[in-house]
């Protein structure tokens, strides 16, 4: 069983907040999620079968050489604030 | 080619002046302003730019150039594939008004050869559901009753292909958002084999199983856009390309082949599906294919290995959401954390929530070893498990989803129940396979069932061939137009 504690411990971790009103429905949520998430203990797990990726692919080294990419104003085209070219966090809003 | 083909018949009537892009252009722009109020399957309609491109080919057509295979064809993207200069959100308010500064590799390459961007579609937030209704913006219904779902997680794709609004549509599969959605609204869908289409562009929910590929009204149109789209790409270190065009073996012979039917596959299929899905079998054999059954055990665990994998790598690809470099941020905070967990909260709908939350559970301290691990060394066997599959037989024939197309508002029951309606489409992904669904007939209830063929890693030319071959022995009594939209 998940606890509430654990939840909010998980929640926090992935820098989501959970307001108490919905905790009693999230944990239960994910309770029967972690449940059937639980199935898989039913396989045998005698062998590691050493899965790494899923085309057998190994890496492509390009030469290391500077090249153009997007720039600045671009990047900064989405962000809700900038300021001279940097991303802008106001401490208070 | 074949006679169902739409893509080539627009292009015939292009290049011989039956009709002016422009005006093929309009037409559909004019439908999509009558019924897309009633499917809900676009978005954002990218008019000014689909006549823009329009004008541009009826230039080329003017001046006696050959048209480029998909020049001129009015189609629609996904809402999870980045357009630079049109907002893409993946239907989260978490992304509302991100406008990418650059285009998904697929579309760059669509757009080089001037297809005609109709516009964006519908999705699950994410593309994390099964009904396309958990999209912020409600979901897209389903063309044949428009009391169903069109299905997830590329809903909007599906219903706008089926309800004429579009030649075609590229989604994305992570666990079945190409098949299911197309099972739903009797199209075709096609997953490709992982890594043959790049995902440069392509919003990320779950790397190592997302994939691009093409929703269409016919195997061969789905065939003709594959043959497009799958060019190896540097930008996505997991890119393959493909080697072959797989139109040229659309009409091979399958006369000897054989379909492997395994057990576990039908376990739980309701009966009527079932039923279409063994008349299926029998156009086979009188086609004159085999058919072998076996049984695959690990098939069992695919549905929590999926989860458990797919949210892991969500969680990680979902941390990027922050609020201050692109999409929405909370209105009021008092710290540099509580804007984060504020926007967080704010933007994510309930479903992405669950994932998240699940995908970190099973990477945190304590429980990586009992969840994450061992669902990559089942991920390891069920990949083992098709090798030896593929060793008794050259494809699968499979259901694409248990059912038919769910009524609406199916999202609002418990996750755990929805999750385990994907049972049939995850397995291809665990793996990487390609994997195509095919309108195969009607339930009980009149919605379209579809059934999946799946074959071994680059088998796209022979799943697409026993595909091309089942709809043109069966098509008359698999598929059935809806009657809505552009009639050609």
């Known amino acids: 069983m998940v606890t509430h504690e654990e939840i909010l411990k998980i929640a926090n971790l992935a820098k989501l907040s959970v307001t108490p009103e919905e905790l009693d429905s999230l944990t239960e949520d994910m309770n029967k999620i972690i449940g059937f998430a639980d199935t898989i203990n039913a396989a045998s797990s005698d062998k590691s079968t050493d899965f790494d990726n899923i085309n057998g692919l190994s890496n492509v080294l390009r030469e290391d050489s500077a090249e153009l990419s997007y720039s600045r104003d671009d990047i900064l085209k989405n962000a809700e604030d900038s300021e001279d070219g940097y991303f802008v966090v106001r401490r208070r809003r | ?488």
């Open chain 2, 1 to 488: 080619m074949g006679k169902y083909g739409k893509i080539a018949q627009l292009q015939e009537m292009l290049s011989s002046g039956e009709i002016s892009c422009t005006e093929l252009t309009k037409k559909y722009l004019s439908v999509i302003g009558k019924e897309n109020g009633a499917l809900n399957a676009y978005i954002n309609v990218t008019a000014d730019a689909a006549l823009k491109t329009a004008a541009e080919v009826d230039k080329d057509i003017a001046a006696g150039k050959e048209l480029a295979p998909l020049e001129g064809i009015p189609m629609a993207l996904k809402d999870n594939i980045s357009t630079k200069g049109m907002e893409t959100t993946c239907c989260s308010k978490i992304l509302g008004g991100y406008v990418p500064i650059y285009d998904a590799t697929v579309w760059s390459v669509l757009k080089n050869q001037k297809a005609v961007l109709l516009g964006k579609t519908n999705m699950d937030e994410f593309a994390m559901g099964s009904s396309c209704e958990t999209s912020c913006h409600g979901g897209a219904k389903n063309p044949h009753n428009l009391k169903r779902v069109a299905g997830g997680s590329s809903g909007g794709a599906a219903s706008a292909v089926s309800g004429n609004l579009a030649a075609y549509a590229l989604g994305s599969d992570t666990g079945g958002s190409i098949r299911q959605p197309a099972s739903f609204c009797g199209a075709v869908g096609f997953k490709p084999t992982y890594g043959t289409v790049s995902r440069y562009g392509l919003i990320a929910y779950a790397s190592s199983f997302d994939q691009i590929g093409p929703i269409a009204s016919s195997v061969e149109d789905a065939a003709r856009v594959y043959d497009v789209i799958s060019v190896y790409d540097k930008m996505d270190s997991t890119s393959s390309g493909q080697k072959e065009p797989v139109l040229p073996a659309l009409e091979n012979d399958i006369r000897g082949k054989k379909i492997g039917i395994v057990k576990e596959y039908f376990d739980g299929v309701r009966s009527d599906v079932k039923e279409a899905l063994l008349k299926a079998a029998d156009v086979f054999h009188s086609l004159g294919a085999e058919t072998v059954e076996f049984s695959m055990p690990s098939i069992h665990y695919s549905l929590p290995v999926y989860y458990i994998l797919a949210c892991a790598e969500a969680s990680s690809n979902l941390g990027r959401y922050d609020g201050i470099r692109y999409g929405y941020q909370t209105e009021h905070y008092t710290s540099r954390n509580e804007m984060i967990c504020k926007t967080r909260s704010e933007g994510f709908g309930a479903e992405v929530k669950r994932r998240i939350l699940l995908g970190t559970y099973v990477l945190s301290s304590g429980y990586y070893d009992a969840y994450y691990k061992k669902a990559q060394d089942l991920r390891g066997a069920i990949v083992q498990a098709f090798d030896g599959a593929f060793s008794k037989c050259d494809v699968i024939l499979a259901p694409t989803v248990p059912m038919t197309a769910f009524p609406e508002n199916y999202a609002a029951k418990d996750p755990v129940e929805t999750y385990q309606t994907d049972i049939c489409t995850v397995p291809v992904n665990i793996a990487g396979l390609p994997a195509v669904s095919v309108p195969c007939g009607f339930g009980s209830d009149g919605m379209p069932v579809g059934m999946q063929i799946l074959g071994p890693k680059f088998s796209e030319s022979t799943v697409l061939n026993f595909a091309n071959m089942y709809e043109s022995a069966a098509r008359e009594t698999s598929f059935k137009d809806t009657g809505m939209g552009v009639s050609l």
